[in-house]
């Protein structure tokens, strides 16, 4: 986070395993199309727009971290200067969900820290594949308690979303992009 002419510009980043859509919610709320055909992200992909919160614009920048294994090595110059983060989960994948989950939390608490200002919102995407959901409320909850008392400092949320439909995907956004403003604003004071 840095200000430029009264105006912040803050870091957020999309965290999850390869394929649970990242790019895509990322996508959704910025009013992009959402591609059906599957691209990697090579590294990390950046993002920039505008914010209106309290009668002041701000500039956010969402990095969009590749989820691949062979990325992980360079991960951690990105988290630098992060006020938030999304966790993405797939619901239609349960099959190893703590281990997932661990890996990222694993770079969160060594490359950010257990900062109280810092906000992570848990997104369960792919909402709309109901026939394929894997993932049900109790697992969402144990995710969140384990999470809790990993970085116990953390504001934390929970959203089910849909980057297909836009399901959930503004509530989202607009929870972790009003967080990190809010965090800038009291470390600013």
Do not use: C
Not at 35 to 55: A, H, M, N, P, W
Not at 84 to 101: C, E, H, I, M, R
Request: hydrophobic fraction near 45%; charged fraction near 25%; glycine fraction near 6%.
């Amino acid at each position: 986070m840095f200000m430029i002419d009264d105006e912040f510009i803050l870091k957020v980043i999309l965290l999850g395993n390869s394929r649970v859509g990242k790019t895509s919610l990322r996508k959704r709320y910025m009013g992009k199309n959402f591609g059906s055909q599957y691209r990697q992200t090579l590294g990390v992909d950046l993002s920039f727009f505008s914010y209106k919160y309290r009668d002041v614009q701000n500039k956010i920048v969402i990095w969009d971290l590749a989820g691949e294994e062979v990325f992980k090595s360079h991960r951690y110059m990105y988290f630098k200067g992060a006020l938030g983060a999304f966790l993405v989960l797939d619901l239609t994948q349960s099959l190893d969900l703590k281990k997932q989950v661990d890996s990222w939390v694993d770079d969160l608490e060594l490359n950010v820290g257990n900062l109280e200002e810092f906000s992570l919102a848990i997104i369960f995407n792919k909402l709309d594949l109901v026939d394929s959901r894997q993932i049900m409320k109790p697992q969402e909850d144990e995710v969140l308690s384990y999470v809790r008392s990993m970085l116990p400092a953390y504001s934390y949320a929970v959203f089910e979303t849909s980057a297909l439909n836009g399901d959930g995907v503004k509530d989202a956004f607009e929870w972790i992009i009003t967080r990190a403003i809010e965090s800038a604003l009291k470390t600013e004071l």
